[in-house]
């Protein structure tokens, strides 16, 4: 059974740190590549990073270019996301995607639980 | 900017009733088109990818459709666990991967 679970969420003051965390299993790790997307408290869904199967392939959404760092370890079939410079505005939840990339596009599945971020003083 | 324009936002409907949602893109984006259910307190599910494929174990009585700018998304009749909140999203202009801001399918 194929499942993502997030962890490494909490409280962090503005300009804090976090590293998120998410260990993958009941598929082929290193044969994906993997992305989280977020979701602010009671709005829709963002995506923020991804990264390619060997980890040579990294993208940013702009918001997250500079702050954020999407890295994995197929060794221990794990991806994670860095983030510094935490604004209030990164609140959110944050989910760990596996992003199937196939001739007619990609998409995202599944999802992790998510893990709730909150960036308050 | 690359944007997706979900409309209605929010819809209330009737167990049993046929539902359409809309998604507009800004840019065509021939099938690139993804849609998504999130349930209250739960992670999105994977419904519909390429537009009209629909995607291991979601019940028949969804369907998605259309090419280039315009995309539905129906559900031919509502049943009770279909209350949720669904979600499009383009993959055609890489890497940003653009979601709609989501339709709520509220019980009437």
């Known amino acids: 059974q194929v499942q993502l679970v997030e962890s490494g969420g909490g409280l962090v003051k503005p300009g804090g740190s976090l590293r998120l965390s998410c260990g993958v299993s009941g598929f082929s790790f290193s044969d994906y590549y993997m992305a989280w997307v977020r979701q602010a408290p009671g709005k829709g869904l963002e995506w923020v990073a991804y990264i390619g199967r060997s980890g040579d392939l990294l993208y940013y959404a702009d918001f997250a270019k500079g702050r954020f760092t999407i890295s994995r370890d197929n060794a221990v079939n794990s991806v994670y996301l860095q983030m510094n410079g935490l604004r209030v505005e990164d609140t959110a939840v944050y989910f760990c995607?596996?992003?199937?990339?196939?001739?007619?596009?990609?998409?995202?599945?599944?999802w992790g639980q998510g893990t709730l971020v909150t960036v308050s003083s | 900017d690359f944007q997706m324009t979900q409309s209605p936002s929010s819809l209330s409907a009737s167990v049993g009733d046929r539902v359409t949602i809309t998604c507009r893109a800004s840019q065509r984006i021939s099938t690139y088109l993804n849609w998504y259910q999130q349930r209250p307190g739960k992670a999105p599910t994977l419904l519909i990818y390429d537009a009209s494929r629909l995607h291991s174990g979601v019940p028949s009585r969804f369907s998605g459709s259309g090419s280039g700018t315009d995309f539905t998304l129906t559900i031919a009749s509502l049943q009770p666990e279909d209350f949720a909140t669904y979600y499009c999203?383009?993959?055609?202009?890489?890497?940003?991967?653009?979601f709609g801001q989501g339709t709520k399918l509220e019980m009437k």
């Open positions: 999203q383009q993959s055609y202009q890489t890497p940003s991967f653009s």
């Open positions: 995607v596996r992003d199937v990339r196939a001739a007619a596009g990609n998409w995202f599945d599944p």
